[in-house]
């Protein structure tokens, strides 16, 4: 039985894009697999007042269950609603959205289940094969007012299914193209950011390689108003690596993209900044740091409550000092509430 997402409480991001792209902010796109990154995402972002979108990748969708995600999704709606009640706020503005979807079968089976917005990535596809898979996404989404997000370019790195030894930069004369053929309603571009911890290859003391600012700027000049999605775009605190490999792990030189370079990209064209790994090692630096002092800790709440604690510090400060989005969703309502 399929359900529509306005019955859910989420909204698409058309809304959400514009207000990103004229007052210079992104919208925090943030992956959740367990019910604390859930907790978490959303009382950082209902208390800094942003936007969000609640990512799923296929991966964590199989790993939730589609059925319990889908309950879990309406659950967090009137969570967030509750916490905004608790301290005098007003409600935010939040997209369910799938993230690197790898076919046309799986965006339709999430538009069926309640998600507002979808990503189909067919960047490791030929490119007229790209165009084609994502028009028929785009226009089977389009009937539910779902929208959608293509990629163009190849990121490096490793997620789930989606892998590369190198980056293949986007090109802006195919991006033009790509827009008008497909109608989609986003584009995922190419420009340095990559998968995972290990973004770039940096020995102790080296400079992280800055992104492809110019790419992106010659995009915003051919397709103006047109909102533009980072991924890969986690900065990878090295505070966090740290307390891992001091409490028992293992992780040198990681590195993530430069702060300052996400900061000037999204106020540029990026309208939407994913962010996954950071949190991955912001919980997993709790854990590993309770389970070494505490050894005879056996209660989950004891240590996947601190985790929670620190990653709503962790989305808040991106929320406030990097994306820009906090104090932006009242407008945002303001608007879809007519």
Do not use: W
Not at 190 to 203: D, E, L, M
Request: proline share 4%; glycine share 8%.
């Amino acid at each position: 039985m399929s359900v529509h997402y306005r019955e859910l409480g989420f909204y698409n991001t058309r809304v959400m894009f514009k207000h990103a792209y004229q007052k210079g902010f992104a919208v925090p796109a943030y992956n959740f697999n367990n019910m604390e990154q859930l907790q978490a995402i959303l009382t950082a972002c209902v208390l800094t007042q942003s936007p969000v979108i609640l990512q799923v990748s296929k991966g964590a969708r199989q790993y939730a269950n589609q059925t319990l995600l889908r309950y879990l999704a309406k659950g967090a709606v009137e969570f967030a609603k509750e916490i905004a009640y608790q301290n005098g706020l007003g409600e935010i503005p939040i997209a369910l959205h799938l993230d690197h979807g790898d076919s046309f079968e799986l965006a339709k089976d999430c538009i069926e289940n309640g998600f507002s917005s979808v990503m189909i990535d067919g960047s490791h596809l030929p490119y007229e094969e790209n165009v084609a898979i994502t028009k028929k996404v785009v226009d089977f989404a389009h009937q539910f007012d779902v929208t959608v997000e293509g990629e163009l370019g190849i990121l490096a790195g490793i997620e789930e299914h989606v892998s590369s030894e190198k980056s293949i930069y986007t090109d802006p004369d195919q991006a033009v193209d790509f827009v008008e053929k497909t109608g989609v309603d986003s584009l995922a571009i190419s420009i340095g950011t990559s998968h995972g911890a290990y973004k770039f290859k940096v020995k102790p003391g080296e400079e992280v390689p800055p992104l492809r600012l110019d790419i992106l700027e010659k995009i915003k000049e051919k397709l103006p108003g047109f909102p533009i999605v980072l991924h890969g775009a986690s900065s990878v605190p090295q505070e966090y690596i740290e307390i891992i490999n001091k409490y028992g792990g293992k992780m040198e030189n990681t590195a993530g993209v430069r702060e300052d370079q996400i900061q000037k990209a999204v106020q540029s064209a990026v309208c939407k900044v994913n962010v996954d790994s950071d949190a991955r090692l912001v919980m997993t630096s709790i854990i590993r740091k309770i389970f070494a002092e505490k050894p005879s800790e056996f209660d989950p709440r004891k240590y996947l409550g601190p985790a929670r604690e620190e990653m709503i510090k962790l989305y808040s400060y991106k929320n406030e000092k990097v994306l820009f989005s906090a104090g932006k969703a009242p407008d945002i309502m303001k608007e879809l509430k007519g």
